[in-house]
């Protein structure tokens, strides 16, 4: 099974500071940020590490239009938040007594069954009300916050690590999970049906664990596949229609099980920014990505120009992962369909593939020499050696000292030359920098405790 951290998702009426605990959460004492200069998305997601626990914390401000109206727009978001996350944090303006719309959040959240945490932020205001008026809301555990003064965020943080497992290591089964993700009317559950019924070989038809994942199990060669397909995440009856449709916490819970994420554009609308925060969110994750082309026969007077005219397009939207495959494929001609199958898993062995500790260190110090790192009067980063630490996706630290000052276009610089070394096309590559000073300076710390 692949590898799956659990989800915390904020939510609650406009206005009561959402975004801006979401900020303090990513900012927070040994929280880290996945996200590097140079993409284009919204902030509505980040990975958090604290006290050896991992974990998703998704902004649901960030994820509908703000035009929606009040009531869909916010039935929506809760119930993606109950189907998808693990911990729901439900957020009020302490400065103000509860609605309606606060009672309706607190309900529907409760109804899910998951662990619930009250947060009634802007307790910093002098007309900030007394705990005990949220009671009537329900939810249990209630914490006091100001996300502007950075107040009770470390309450909160300890108690979502104190209800979800320390980080694991996972053991992979030999199921090659391949994941359908993309806005609606791509296509995508009309190529879920032509690759599953390429195949003659159907084993099963598992039931979605949510209501948003179809899955349909397959062997290919000698490999067993099983691919997810989010095409149901419309309710019936309502209309598919633009980005605010779209739910990107839901595709979160099928990029999560994923090994290898096929993202599918229409032909006729592509390079839309969600596809790119969708692009972004699976880099994130870690996990195997193809640019998939859908509807190519609708094209017409097609030819390798007509490709070679769109290709470069989409490559410099999708700059900030160069390292993604692109395919033109048609699921009424079945153009391209199979191959979808031999190219996941190509990236998924170059996931695996292990390195020589030796050759990295050829390449990094060749780096060095070729291209110094840039760094402050009399503190330039030094970079001593490298080594992989983990595989899918492949996870390299580098130990050093004055890392801090190490510019983020020099470890893209640093990922080019990786990439030139092994083949690692189609899966994004993680860093790690140890200073080793700093190291020292933790470890007689913890000396001088003890």
């Not at 959040?105 to 002098?126: E, Q």
């Amino acid at each position: 099974m692949a590898s799956k951290l659990p989800t915390v998702a904020i939510i609650g009426q406009a206005n009561v500071g959402k975004s801006s605990l979401f900020n303090r959460f990513m900012r927070s004492q040994q929280a880290i940020v996945a996200r590097e200069a140079g993409t284009t998305r919204d902030n509505v997601l980040g990975r958090v590490e604290y006290k050896k626990h991992n974990f998703w914390i998704v902004d649901t401000a960030g994820l509908k239009d703000p035009d929606d109206e009040f009531e869909e727009s916010i039935q929506d978001q809760i119930t993606d938040a109950a189907d998808t996350a693990d911990i729901i944090l439900v957020v009020v303006d302490s400065s103000q007594y509860t609605s309606d719309q606060d009672r309706l959040i607190a309900k529907k959240a409760l109804r899910s069954k998951k662990p619930v945490i009250l947060l009634t932020n802007k307790a910093d205001l002098k007309n900030s009300l007394p705990i005990d008026e949220f009671k009537r809301l329900g939810i249990k555990k209630i914490i006091r916050t100001s996300a502007e003064h950075n107040q009770g965020i470390t309450d909160v943080l300890d108690e979502i690590v104190s209800q979800i497992p320390e980080k694991s290591e996972y053991v992979p089964d030999d199921i090659l999970r391949i994941s359908l993700i993309g806005r609606p009317n791509v296509g995508k559950s009309y190529l879920f049906n032509t690759l599953a019924g390429k195949q003659q070989a159907i084993v099963a038809n598992v039931a979605g664990t949510t209501r948003d994942v179809n899955r349909v199990s397959v062997r290919y060669g000698n490999r067993d596949i099983q691919l997810l397909d989010t095409a149901g995440i419309r309710k019936p009856g309502k209309q598919e229609v633009g980005i605010e449709k779209f739910s990107v916490l839901r595709s979160l819970a099928a990029i999560e099980e994923s090994d290898v994420c096929l993202l599918l554009m229409d032909v006729n609308e592509l390079n839309t920014q969600l596809d790119q925060r969708i692009a972004g969110i699976i880099d994130e994750a870690g996990k195997g990505m193809v640019i998939v082309v859908t509807k190519w026969d609708s094209i017409e007077g097609k030819d390798a120009y007509t490709r070679d005219g769109i290709a470069p397009k989409i490559s410099r939207t999708f700059d900030f992962t160069p390292w993604t495959p692109l395919i033109f494929t048609s699921s009424v001609t079945g153009q391209n369909v199979t191959k979808l199958f031999d190219l996941a898993l190509d990236i998924d062995n170059r996931r695996k593939q292990q390195t020589k500790t030796r050759v990295l260190n050829d390449m990094l110090q060749k780096s060095i020499q070729r291209h110094p790192p840039a760094g402050l009067k009399n503190t330039h980063p030094k970079l001593r050696y490298i080594v992989q630490t983990d595989t899918t996706p492949p996870w390299f630290v580098i130990y050093g000292s004055n890392l801090k000052y190490l510019h983020w276009s020099y470890k893209r610089y640093l990922e080019r030359q990786l990439r030139e070394t092994y083949n690692y096309t189609g899966t994004p590559i993680k860093f790690s920098f140890r200073d080793e000073k700093q190291i020292k300076a933790n470890r007689e710390k913890e000396e001088k405790v003890k």
